[in-house]
């Protein structure tokens, strides 16, 4: 069925014509629901699901989101449970071309933007060419996935669950055989597991640099990479203290929990080393807020970015200047680069669009399952493309019970966050639809 719709697109299209800004933005829209609508046909006829949970799933997959709707996985083959991560590998890797590629081209929420993304605020390519620098993306995360299936295997997790638990650790998806996730896995699978996810939220490029460049001192003069192991150095901490004072934790264990959550939340894997929906409440409200954070710009993860936020903070601190000295001229800087105002105009907006699209979200799936913790936590997990909520959502739990619309609702907020919500709010513009009429 792809090939023929690949076919039929391909004939009414012109291999010679150069695709306007319009029609570009309706190809990375569309590119990213017709995939993962074809991707729900396995689950449909083998799985036992219906349509709507099937594209829940497939959609839940290819936005390497995580959350299933899946209750006894007993009930599904090896082949399912293979199908269902490597549609996170996939996803992964295309979301890592998209940006890299064909954004620029688009000058999606400025071109500055894209370069601020792709190696933290540094406006240059890697390379002349975008296509080695896509080729130079893949061989980290194709290095990243044979060192991860290396590491499970040596660790002692089983040759399908380690293939499986590969494929959605790389990507930032959060898709395992196994229905209580990473808790039933050795500690030292654990520890490996939290330096994956940590490494899935750090910018690929900045990696390439630090492997194949021999940039070593690169990550420490990047401000987001800072910004980022910062964050889920001193989260992770305050969590360990958390669960080791309320939840009567030995230290390794607590630290173990912790970091493994940590890393698992922010980067939006949504792999769960224990049921911390269970967990005191000052510790939900750490993982909460973790997932408006997200990981590096320029990696597999979702949510807002660390790059985002520092920016809001670099306006924030100049507007503080600017009450001061009213009449000082006060360039945006984050590091020791200065960013445009577009930039600024660009991180507004998705921001804007991002809280919006989240509040829709929590709003209609509250008045649906009359839950606040639900509908706040499966929102955020959505759009954030995270994976586990908390409740009845929780990361031993499942998504299956909730109402249609509900799942519906999801899967328009896992599709719009996975690629950034632009492409996706341009949709719905007159002025989209009359170019692609001119």
Do not use: C
């Not at 933005?25 to 074809?38: E, K, S």
């Not at 071309?97 to 688009?106: E, S």
């Not at 500690?187 to 750090?202: D, E, H, I, N, S």
Request: charged share 15%; net charge positive.
């Amino acid at each position: 069925m792809g090939l023929s719709v690949g076919f039929l697109l391909r004939r009414l299209g012109s291999p010679q014509a150069e695709p306007r800004r319009a029609e570009a933005l309706l190809t990375v829209a569309g590119l990213w629901i017709l995939v993962p609508a074809l991707g729900a046909i396995p689950f449909w006829i083998s799985g036992g699901l219906g349509y709507l949970d099937a594209l829940f799933e497939a959609t839940s997959g290819f936005s390497t989101t995580g959350a299933t709707v899946l209750d006894d996985f007993s009930r599904f083959s090896y082949g399912l449970f293979f199908w269902r991560s490597l549609s996170q590998w996939f996803g992964g890797m295309g979301i890592l071309l998209l940006f890299i590629v064909v954004l620029p081209h688009l000058a999606l929420a400025g071109r500055q933007m894209f370069f601020a993304e792709v190696t933290g605020v540094q406006k240059q390519q890697l390379t002349p060419k975008l296509r080695q620098t896509a080729t130079n993306i893949l061989r980290v995360y194709l290095l990243l996935t044979f060192f991860t299936f290396s590491a499970y295997l040596l660790t002692g997790v089983p040759f399908f669950e380690a293939l499986t638990n590969t494929l959605s650790s790389v990507s930032a998806g959060g898709f395992s055989p196994n229905p209580r996730s990473f808790a039933d896995y050795a500690p030292l699978t654990q520890w490996v597991a939290a330096g994956v996810m940590f490494l899935t939220g750090v910018n690929l490029l900045l990696q390439y640099r630090f492997i194949f460049g021999r940039e070593f001192k690169a990550p420490l003069r990047d401000p987001e990479f800072r910004a980022y192991a910062l964050i889920v150095f001193w989260v992770g901490l305050l969590l360990a203290y958390i669960l080791y004072l309320r939840h009567d934790y030995d230290l390794e264990p607590a630290l173990r929990h912790a970091f493994f959550q940590t890393t698992s939340i922010i980067t939006g894997t949504g792999f769960a080393s224990a049921d911390f929906a269970q967990w005191v409440v000052p510790a939900q409200v750490l993982l909460v807020l973790l997932m408006f954070v997200g990981g590096s710009a320029g990696s597999v993860g979702g949510s807002i970015k660390v790059i985002r936020w520092l920016i809001i903070g670099a306006l924030v601190r100049r507007e503080l200047q600017r009450a001061l000295h009213p009449q000082a001229v006060l360039p945006l800087r984050v590091g020791n680069r200065s960013l445009g105002e577009d930039v600024l105009r660009a991180v507004s907006a998705f921001i804007t669009l991002y809280v919006g699209l989240f509040a829709l979200g929590a709003l209609v799936i509250g008045m649906l399952e009359e839950d606040f913790v639900i509908a706040f936590t499966a929102s955020a997990a959505a759009v954030g493309n995270v994976g586990p909520g908390l409740g009845a959502v929780g990361p031993m739990s499942h998504y299956g019970e909730l109402h249609p619309v509900s799942k519906a609702v999801m899967i328009f907020q896992m599709w719009a966050g996975r690629i950034e919500l632009i492409a996706v709010f341009a949709l719905f513009t007159p002025e989209l639809w009359r170019r692609l009429r001119a």
